[in-house]
Each structure stands twice: as structure tokens, then as C-alpha cells.
């Protein structure tokens, strides 16, 4: 069983930084392509990047240069940094190990996709 949680998040100014984090359970899942979604309120959930196992990563335009992924497999965590937040930044940021991941980034997975419970990143002006 895969159990994903997220932390980090929280109240932060525009411009500010934060970093969020992912643990994983689950002995597979350093082998899975994980990834970092976000939802605003009233919008659908969006990529905003993705890692494979070995390091490749794939960003969401508006995130170029101003997030960055991360993972450490021996952890079994990945990692958001967020750079120069924007009030449109603020969402419920989830983390994803399997599928809808594996699919972006072209790669195997076991067929399912695990969602973590999500952290609330809130920026104010």
C-alpha cells in the first residue's frame, strides 16, 4: 500500500519561498515517477512538475524558474521549492506517485495512481 503525505505548506508573502515535501510509504515506490499537482479554489487540478526515478524532470510553463522538484529516493520524498510566489499560487498543492505521473513522463508504472491528502500554500499580497 502506497501512502502518500504532503507538508510545507502555509501562509506566505508574494515574493516569499516555501518548501514543500512528499514521504512516501510503500518499498516500490522509489522506482515510481512522482509529481506535484495544485487545485485553486473553483479551478481543476493542474500539473505543476513531475521527477522521474532517475532524475528527469518536467515543468508546467508558468512554473519554469520559479519551482523547482526534487527527490530523494533513499527518503522515499519529494520536494517542491518555490521561489517568487504569486497570489495566483495559492491553491492545495497534491502529490502524485503512479499513473497520471508515469503517463507524462513516459515511463512504467504499477497501473495506479496514489494521492496524497494535499497541503494548503495560501499567498497574500
Not at 2 to 31: D, H, K, N, P
Not at 41 to 70: C, H, N, W
Not at 108 to 121: A, H, I, N, P
Request: glycine fraction near 12%.
Amino acid at each position: 500500500q502506497v501512502q502518500l503525505v504532503e507538508s510545507g505548506g502555509g501562509l506566505v508573502q508574494a515574493g516569499g519561498s516555501l518548501r514543500l515535501s512528499c514521504a512516501a510509504s510503500g518499498s516500490i515506490v522509489a522506482t515510481f515517477a512522482m509529481g506535484w499537482y495544485r487545485q485553486a479554489p473553483g479551478e481543476q487540478r493542474e500539473l505543476v512538475a513531475a521527477i522521474t526515478r532517475d532524475g528527469r524532470t518536467f515543468y508546467a510553463d508558468s512554473m519554469k524558474g520559479r519551482f523547482t522538484i526534487s527527490r530523494d529516493n533513499t527518503k522515499k520524498t519529494i520536494y517542491l521549492h518555490t521561489d517568487s510566489l504569486k497570489v495566483e499560487d495559492t491553491a492545495v498543492y497534491y502529490c502524485n506517485a503512479g499513473l497520471s505521473t508515469a503517463r507524462l513522463m513516459d515511463v512504467k508504472s504499477d497501473g495506479m495512481d496514489y494521492w496524497g491528502k494535499g497541503t494548503l500554500v495560501t499567498v497574500s499580497s
